[in-house]
């Protein structure tokens, strides 16, 4: 791999940005560069300071005036979903039980789970996503199609074969045994792999025994390093019959507790209607509340309550949701929170917008310092952002006088024509 130098308006964040002016929280220059060797960034500065520390003759690109920024990060989707996006239903259970499992019963077919690799990870770098948490189906090769391709491109991605028991189709169930077996397999022979990560993946309390969410925690007690994702409190008539399936437990989150998954590594998609006393369970496990802000708002789950959750000491995260989610774009993604967050009356900054899309969700994903940032020793996985990629924005650009605004002119207007260039590992790859 040879060296090689970005030059571009570099941005990187350096924590959560406190307010929208929030100028120490990020590090920027207007004309910057990055120092690309090995798969790793191993300069970052002015222009002039990193070109003094470049090999002689280093292959230099231009990207100005698009910004560099690190990849996007998107820690909650659906692998076999691709074909399920855009499917009209009432509701998240009547969504579920007419298109997801019919759809991901295709995945069976490892020729179709491979296709789907491919078109996957193809959809993601267009986004400008270069790194992604995915819930696989629940076939053992749909998960060894997603992290060989993974692996192919070099790209860092997380993903997990999905347990699930009961409540869903024959064929597309597992066994509390089986869900065990092949995920210690898909663990063996991918986590550590490449750039692959391997995630416990219990799909949800609805579709998990007992016995199953027993064997799940048994996989994070003897992998405690790994991620584990599932799904809580996204839809009322889902939480209903969760509490119906565990008339024990107090809530749903002490489900997740009971069986030992509510753990700092844990990934709760969506937690949208959560009592003060999950809230606070969920804070002292600090485990992460993955919002899905596409998806809340397609399937009418409800309006995520940053505020509250934030004054509860949780941990967030924002992500699609593909296939319930409606974009695989991070900036539109971005732009429906922002949203959500206004008919909440509270206005998030664009600084800490693209915090979260980038250090944020690294941190929630426990990958902060590798992926995320700009900064030396990471793993170069760069965009390159255009903030008049189209004429509507082009048009609004012209009158763009701070960083601030073109972020938010970013996210309110862009999508996948606003990613420029994508860098995985230190090299270019075609988006085309
Ligand atoms: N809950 C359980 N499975 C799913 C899924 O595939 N998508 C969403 N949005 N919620 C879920
Ligand atoms: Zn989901």
Redo the contacts with the bound molecule.
């Keep these: 791999m040879n060296d090689r130098l970005l030059r571009g308006r570099t941005l990187s964040f350096v924590r959560r940005p406190e307010a929208r002016d929030d100028h120490a929280s990020y590090v920027f220059e207007e004309d910057g560069a990055l120092l690309l060797a090995d798969g790793r960034i191993m300069a970052a500065g002015s222009y002039d300071e990193v070109l003094g520390k470049a090999p002689a003759g280093v292959e230099v690109i231009d990207h100005r005036p698009h910004l560099l920024m690190a990849g996007f990060i998107d820690p ?3 692998f076999p ?1 691709m074909q399920v996006t855009a499917s009209y239903a009432a509701n998240l259970l009547e969504w579920l039980n007419t298109y997801t499992f019919v759809e991901e019963q295709r995945f069976a077919d490892l020729a179709h789970a491979e296709r789907f690799a491919t078109l996957f990870f193809d959809e993601l770098l267009r986004n400008g996503t270069t790194t992604a948490a995915a ?1 696989c189906s629940v076939h053992k090769g749909s998960a060894d199609a997603y992290f060989a391709e993974a692996a192919r491109r070099n790209l860092l991605m997380i993903g997990g074969k999905v347990m699930m028991d009961r409540n869903a189709p024959e064929a597309l169930t597992d066994t509390a045994r089986s869900g065990y077996d092949d995920t210690k397999s898909v663990i063996s022979d991918w986590h550590g792999r490449a750039r692959n990560n391997v995630a416990i993946t219990p799909r949800f309390a609805i579709t998990s025994t007992p016995a199953q969410l027993e064997a799940a925690g048994a996989l994070a007690r003897e992998h405690p390093d790994l991620l584990i994702q599932t ?1 809580l409190s ?1 839809n009322d008539a889902e939480i209903a019959y969760t509490l119906e399936l565990y008339p024990e437990a107090t809530d749903y989150t002490d489900i997740y507790s009971r069986y030992g998954l509510l753990t700092d590594k844990a990934l709760l ?2 937690a949208i209607h959560l009592s003060d006393r999950e809230m606070a369970a969920i804070a002292e496990a600090d485990a992460v509340a993955v919002h ?1 802000p596409t ?1 809340n708002l397609f399937l009418g789950s409800g309006l995520f309550d940053l505020q509250r959750i934030r004054r509860s000491g949780v941990r967030t995260a924002m ?1 699609t ?1 593909i296939g ?2 409606s974009s695989y774009s991070m900036l539109r993604t971005l732009d429906e929170a922002y949203k959500i967050q206004q008919l909440r009356g509270f206005r998030v900054s664009p600084l800490e917008s693209f915090w979260q899309a980038t250090r944020g969700n690294g941190e929630a994903l426990g990958l902060a310092g590798r992926i995320g940032t700009l900064e030396p020793g990471t793993d170069a996985d760069i965009i390159a952002l255009d903030a008049a990629a189209t004429p509507a924005m082009a048009i609004r650009m012209e009158t763009v006088t701070t960083l601030e605004e073109e972020l938010f002119l970013l996210q309110t207007l862009g999508d996948d024509r606003s990613i420029s260039k994508v860098y995985v590992a230190g090299e270019p790859v075609s988006t085309e």
Aim: proline share 0%; net charge negative; hydrophobic share 15%.
């Design positions: 909650h989707i659906h979903q819930y799904h996204e998609g969506h899905c998806s992500a949701d319930g989610g």
